[in-house]
Every structure is written in structure tokens, then in C-alpha cells.
């Protein structure tokens, strides 16, 4: 058992910004099932990940949190890390993300916010008083960000992803970056 605390890696932006699909990317999969055992990122990597799936696009927020209490509670043992997307929602509706961060900022995880600042599917980048407002939730953890613009660019959007990969590796290697 390692008795480091164990990390959370959740990579979030603006809906529509590439996050469900930089994870499919990072692992080369469509589907991921957070009740089954933990999966390698890469066959050279000897970490495993759980991947909590993203809600449906309008799920209600207490819905998803409780999902993320189900699975992390699922796999309390494992020796793993786990890995989600959020959508930067900060609106008082039923979708906004507060209550999760409240969650995670109680929660012992070593936590890693990586921010996707470009959107995939527009030419939408991540306004500062959103960022401000992502920097006024996180109190435990860290925030990291991924600037790359990719707007419907295949080859961006790659070298983007890999950028993430690169930086989970250096985190799980113990080398950390200078954050937000």
C-alpha cells in the first residue's frame, strides 16, 4: 500500500472545450468503467488510473458529486489515481460546480486542476473572471494550465493532449511545475 496520498487529476474548462475527449485521447479508449479495476495510462507506465466518467451534458451537479463519492468510496483500498472532467459551471443553477469543489478541497487527495483554456468545438477561451473564480474555489490543490489554442485542429489538439500526458508523468515521477 502506498502511503503517499493518493492524487486526482481533474481536468476541467469551459463546456465543449476537449475535455471528455482529451481523456479518450490520454488513454486510447471511447468507454471507461469506474466500477472495475484501475487501467494503465500507457504499457510502459506502472501507475493506474480510475477515470469517473463525465455525466450526462446536463446532469444536475449533486447527481455527479454523488457519483464521485460512489467510485472513490468503490476503490478506497486500491492503490490508483484517479481522473475526471469538470465543466466550469459557476452560474447558482442546478449545474453549478461549487458543491464539488467543496467536496474536493475536504477530501486528502494530492489534487492537480488541469485548466484546457481553449474550447475545442468554437474559437472560446476561458474568460479571467472565470479563472478567478476557479482560484477562489480550489483550496486544496493545485492549478495548472493548458493554453495550447486548438480550435478544430487535429494536430493542436494532439500536441495538446500530450502536453497533459507529459505533465501527469512528471507529477507521478515526482517532479512538480510552478502552478497558477
Known sequence: MNFYPRKLFVVVGNPHSGKTRTIQHLFQRKQFYAFKQPIKLD???????????????????????????????YHHAADTSFLLNL???????????????????????EIYY?????????????CPAMLTQLELQVKNGSIHMFDRLITQSELRFRERVEEVKEFIRKILDGRSETTL
Open 43 to 73: 504499457a510502459g507506465w506502472l501507475e493506474k488510473f480510475i477515470v469517473i466518467n463525465a455525466p450526462p451534458p446536463y446532469a444536475v451537479t449533486e447527481d455527479h458529486l454523488q457519483r464521485i463519492k460512489s467510485v472513490i468510496q
Open 114 to 126: 488541469l485548466v484546457l483554456t481553449s474550447s475545442w468545438l468554437d474559437k472560446k477561451i476561458i
Open 87 to 109: 465543466s466550469l459551471i459557476f452560474d447558482s443553477s442546478m449545474l453549478d460546480v461549487k458543491k464539488i469543489f467543496t467536496y474536493f478541497n475536504q477530501s486528502a487527495f
